[in-house]
């Protein structure tokens, strides 16, 4: 006996026809592979060929040659109503999901856009371009050779070249985005070819590498570099130039600018300082125009560049040197002395140095000067060395300088350094 088949083909409905008898279209129908009710449809000539096959639910593909290796798709239950759209690609390139290339021309070759509304805006000269996720390169309309994957990457971009973004939301926050690589969800590049990587990493032509690096940047703080985790998280201002590198580095820098943070934890002293150094994980705060290094106070050089001035023949705090309860600590102090008065000059170079202790509350110390100090210049310059106390748990380097240029001398200032070598301790200048 003969089984029969009704077929629809391309939306006409054929009779029963017996299996293997040929439609009217050149089209044969057999019964599909294992059996059963299902069938086969396929064109007489079986090579370079499209089948359906109604028991698997795949749509195959023959080759140039007809053998047992074909291609096959094959559709899953939906979630509801579903319409898979391929774009109107003038070169082959892929252009697939509901408005992707929906502007694009002919002439914009070298495009792939994958996802919703992918490369929706291009309209008339973007090329090269790589643009995979819902929305993604949505508004670029004259840009070359971007690379966008992720849902809303290049979502603002309407122009630029060379730039990459890779992440949810990752692009540029302007309207073009040259050479820039942004990776990681919502990374922003504010302006130029910056590089920022991790999730809310931003940078304006600098580099930001970590989670939340330089978060809070915006297009006029350029040229920094923010590594680790929350490094340059506080910017929102106008700093420019500096260089933090490790776990929240910088993190309350907004307006300060050239400095050089490295270690953990490591901030200037204020959020506008700047010409600050500091090396060395979780260091003491410093001050402007100062270097700083060591790790947590256990051993380390303050390099306070600004100097400090002084009034002639008059007592002043230098530093203040911190000293807990039951603790002890010792320092080297080296400094320089410059008067000036008109056209005359004294210049006097030395090193004291200090001792302090906290006995339960009490402190003491004891400054000695370490060799003889130097002297160039005419006349006279005496210093005076002297450690204070007074405060709870700090003590002070005190310094006067007595110059016989004047009455008093025009200018006097003190540069100096401090090495801490004794249990942790902070250091501020005064």
Known sequence: MKRLLAVCVLGVVFPALALGEELSLGILAWPAAGGGSGMLICPQTVSNSICYDSTNGLITFEGATANAFETSIAVTDPFADTTFTIGPSPDGNPWIGAGAGDSASATELGNVFMGQSAGTAASGTSTDNTCVGDGSCVLATTADQLTCLGADSCDVTTAGTRATAIGFNAGHSGAEHHEGVAVGADSIIHSGGGVAVGTFAETADGVSIGYQAGDAQTTSEV????????????????????????????????????????????????????????????????????????????????????GTALVDATAKDIVQISVADDTMTGATIEYTVTAIEADEYQVARGSVYLAAENDSGTESCTVGEVGTSVLAGGGALALTQACTTGLANVVMWNLTADSDMGAPATTLRVYWSIRIDGPSTAVVPQ
């Open 223 to 306: 040229d920094n570099v923010y590594i680790g985790w929350g490094a340059g998280g506080a910017s929102a201002g106008t700093s420019q130039e500096n260089t933090c590198i490790g776990d929240l580095a910088c993190d309350a820098l907004t307006s300060g600018d050239r400095n050089v943070l490295l270690g953990a934890n490591t901030d200037v002293g204020t959020n506008t300082d700047s010409d600050v150094t500091v090396i060395g994980e979780s260091m003491v705060t410093p001050a402007a125009d100062s270097i700083l290094i060591g790790f947590g106070g256990q051993q380390y050089m303050y390099v306070h560049g600004a």
